[in-house]
């Protein structure tokens, strides 16, 4: 079995920003470690960003940051 990642759901990962908090208005991808930490410690938030927020986790703990960002620029988004 071939795991493909989903080409839409990684550039909006690249692309979200965090819309609440100390780190309001960064992208994800910039959100220090030890912060999403916590957020697995204490749970998640319900929904699409405790998903985005535990894939932002992953891609963190496995050295996948370079690849998040390049993604970010090489596919841009509009803005409203």
Not at 14 to 38: C, I, N, Q, S, T
Not at 56 to 65: F, P, S, T, V
Request: charged content about 30%.
């Amino acid at each position: 079995m071939e795991i493909q990642p989903d080409k839409q759901k990684l550039i909006e990962l690249a692309h979200y920003k965090m819309p609440f908090g100390k780190f309001k208005g960064r992208y994800l991808v910039d959100l220090p470690e030890p912060y999403l930490v916590w957020f697995k410690q204490e749970g998640f938030p319900a929904g699409k960003l405790g998903n985005l927020l535990e894939a932002m986790l992953e891609i963190k703990i496995n050295g996948l940051e370079p690849l998040i960002r390049k993604i970010r620029k090489d596919f841009p988004v509009d803005s409203p």
